[in-house]
């Protein structure tokens, strides 16, 4: 125990470097008053109780699985309604997924497509509840977008996400000019976009004229300072050692981590595209996609790195009602028009 004296605080005791590194005094966390009644609303929420979740057996995961899914899917006949936007069901080359169109399609988007890798650390959000992420897109962007529903465990295990994304990738890129294509996802998604121009690269396939990976699983083997200075910060994946890492591992099945196509930011990221990357300040992999804005731009890659203000890990994603969504994919689609061809 220190000895503080009899007034002092362990606060006023301030860091201390300690043999396994900085040892900060506990604190608070105040709800900032620098972001939106709807952002400050999920900050000062209690910590998801399934972070700590760790199904053991396949149908463990697949009870948890479920029960998620059918909360998303609740929400989507509305949130299409809202931001004007209908779906239907289609294949590419076999690979199961969903047309998403705006209801007014802007004419400079009229030729043009999105190729959308929904999140969900691998194992969440199959079928219907994938699309949310690609509705905002198709809401605030105006752009149609093709939403993959790729395999995942207990279906299939790595590589089958990439697999899939790559045979739709292929498969959309011989129907429609690749400079008038670009892809996007989130977490899982993020990682899938990133690890997507990887296998494109070795495959000698189209290159996307320009991605938006956001905060990507870049890093599955859990390196990088947020993991440790965001931890039980990030309100939404909370730990490094929380479920989000258990999923990883499930639909990895023994794989090394280390991978580019489980852990991009290991690739070569020569020859990318332009690429949009975000994340938020109390993102837990805030450091993941720093490191990708890093190893694009060392590869003099155009990269644009957006960072909002007390987000955890995917919020932008939350509440189309929150002016950060509508700011986000604003940025995203801005981002997209500059740089598809018309």
């Known amino acids: 125990m220190s000895n503080l004296g009899a007034d002092a605080s362990p606060r006023d005791s301030g860091p201390v470097v300690g043999p396994n590194g900085l040892e900060v005094p506990a604190r608070t966390l105040p709800t900032p008053s620098t972001v939106s009644v709807q952002m400050q609303k999920m900050i000062a929420a209690p910590l998801?109780?399934?972070?700590?979740?760790?199904?053991?057996?396949?149908?463990?995961?697949?009870?948890?699985?479920?029960?998620a899914a059918a909360v998303a899917v609740?929400?989507?006949?509305?949130?299409c309604e809202r931001l004007g936007v209908r779906f239907e069901p289609m294949?590419?080359?076999?690979?199961?997924?969903?047309?998403?169109?705006?209801?007014?399609?802007?004419?400079?988007?009229r030729d043009r497509c999105l190729l959308?890798?929904?999140?969900?650390?691998?194992?969440?959000n199959p079928g219907e509840a994938g699309l949310s992420e690609a509705i905002l897109m198709a809401g605030f962007g105006r752009f149609t977008v093709i939403s993959i529903d790729y395999r995942?465990?207990?279906?299939?295990?790595?590589?089958?996400a990439l697999d899939d994304a790559a045979t739709?990738?292929?498969?959309?890129?011989?129907?429609?000019?690749?400079?008038?294509?670009?892809?996007?996802?989130?977490?899982?998604?993020?990682?899938?976009t990133l690890s997507?121009?990887?296998?494109?690269?070795?495959?000698?396939?189209?290159?996307?004229a320009a991605i938006a990976s956001g905060t990507p699983m870049s890093d599955v083997t859990k390196t990088g300072d947020t993991f440790h200075t965001n931890e039980f910060v990030d309100g939404v994946l909370v730990s490094r050692d929380g479920f989000c890492d258990a999923a990883t591992l499930f639909y990895a099945n023994g794989h090394d981590l280390a991978d580019p196509w489980l852990s991009p930011v290991y690739g070569d990221f020569s020859g990318f595209p332009p690429t949009i990357l975000t994340t938020g300040t109390r993102d837990l992999l805030l450091s993941n996609t720093v490191r990708?804005?890093?190893?694009?731009?060392?590869?003099?890659?155009?990269?644009?790195?957006?960072?909002?203000?007390?987000?955890?890990h995917a919020q932008y994603l939350f509440d189309e009602t929150a002016p950060e969504t509508a700011e986000a994919f604003g940025e995203i689609a801005s981002f997209f028009d500059r740089h598809l061809g018309g």
Not at 74 to 79: F, K, N, S, Y
Not at 93 to 108: H, W, Y
Not at 116 to 124: D, I, R, T
Not at 299 to 308: I, N, P, Q
């Open 48 to 67: 998801r109780p399934s972070w700590r979740q760790r199904p053991r057996t396949v149908e463990e995961w697949k009870s948890f699985v479920d029960a």
């Open 74 to 79: 609740a929400r989507i006949p509305g949130l």
């Open 91 to 109: 294949t590419l080359d076999g690979v199961r997924g969903f047309r998403v169109t705006p209801n007014t399609v802007t004419t400079e988007n």
């Open 116 to 124: 959308h890798l929904h999140g969900g650390c691998y194992v969440l």
């Open 152 to 160: 995942m465990p207990p279906e299939a295990y790595f590589p089958c």
């Open 168 to 192: 739709a990738w292929k498969a959309l890129s011989r129907t429609t000019d690749p400079r008038k294509l670009g892809v996007f996802g989130t977490s899982a998604g993020g990682a899938l």
């Open 196 to 208: 997507l121009v990887l296998r494109a690269k070795r495959d000698g396939l189209p290159i996307p």
């Open 292 to 312: 990708v804005h890093r190893k694009l731009r060392q590869a003099s890659v155009e990269a644009s790195l957006h960072v909002y203000e007390a987000q955890s």
